[in-house]
């Protein structure tokens, strides 16, 4: 099946310091990808909407400031969390749409940790 | 963001036990989605229906699409250890290019030696 690929897989960074976080689809091209945050033990929560050339469509409580989304091509999706917190550590997972109305495909995760 | 009800919360069985997990929604959704999420990776998609009353089986697993299209049920028959992980189901929106999922709060599924 289709591969979407999340780069780092894992970050640990100082407070205050922003973080960049990719997602590829290696085998596909997406017009649409979206991001997900994933506190321990908890559900997937949509953050925004990532369209290629586009502003991306945040959901109701996410910080467009904090988190700067830039779909620049059709096999990426860049998430940057600015001057991080502590509070900002979890598991971001990107996924990707194959096409209008196709099958989602989801990446392997990133996770952040600041400290 | 809005979340759909999924029970139980957890679940601890024994090896070759049958599993039943269920999703239900306020809001109506035109697919409904079944994944499982092992420590540390994204989802992966278990099985996924789009029809309401649709009945579909993949291996040992079998889900059903309610008929008034706010619930879901997924069925593990015959449980391995590695069937063990969290276990979603996700709506997804009714209209066309509305694309984003909706996902449920989680089933955590454990074999018991």
């Known amino acids: 099946g289709a591969v979407v690929s999340q780069h780092p897989s894992w970050v640990i960074c100082k407070s205050g310091t922003s973080v960049k976080i990719e997602c590829r689809s290696l085998?596909?091209?997406?017009?649409?990808m979206f991001w997900y945050r994933q506190f321990p033990k908890q559900s997937l929560m949509l953050m925004a909407t990532?369209?290629?050339?586009?502003?991306?469509?945040?959901e109701q409580g996410v910080e467009k400031d904090k988190f700067l989304i830039n779909h620049a091509s059709l096999t990426l999706s860049t998430l940057t969390v600015t001057s991080a917190h502590p509070e900002d550590s979890s598991f971001y997972i990107c996924?990707?749409?194959?096409?209008?109305?196709?099958?989602?495909?989801f990446g392997e995760g990133s996770r952040l940790t600041v400290l | 963001g809005q979340q759909l009800n999924q029970s139980p919360q957890s679940m601890f069985i024994q090896e070759g036990e049958d599993v039943s997990m269920n999703c239900t929604s306020s809001?109506?959704?035109?697919?409904w989605l079944w994944y499982k999420q092992d420590p540390g990776e994204g989802p992966v998609l278990l099985i996924a229906?789009?029809?309401?009353?649709e009945l579909t089986s993949n291996g040992r697993l079998t889900a059903q699409f309610g008929i008034t299209r706010k619930d879901s049920f997924l069925n593990i028959s015959a449980s391995i250890p590695s069937d063990v992980g969290i276990y979603f189901c996700?709506?997804?929106?009714?209209?066309?290019?509305?694309?984003?999922?909706?996902f449920g709060t989680g089933t955590r599924l454990t074999i018991i030696p």
């Open positions: 990532s369209n290629e050339g586009s502003k991306a469509t945040y």
């Open positions: 996700a709506g997804q929106g009714s209209n066309f290019g509305n694309e984003k999922l909706t």
């Open positions: 996924s990707a749409l194959q096409g209008a109305g196709g099958e989602l495909f």
């Open positions: 085998d596909f091209q997406a017009t649409t």
């Open positions: 809001s109506i959704f035109n697919t």
């Open positions: 229906l789009y029809k309401a009353g």
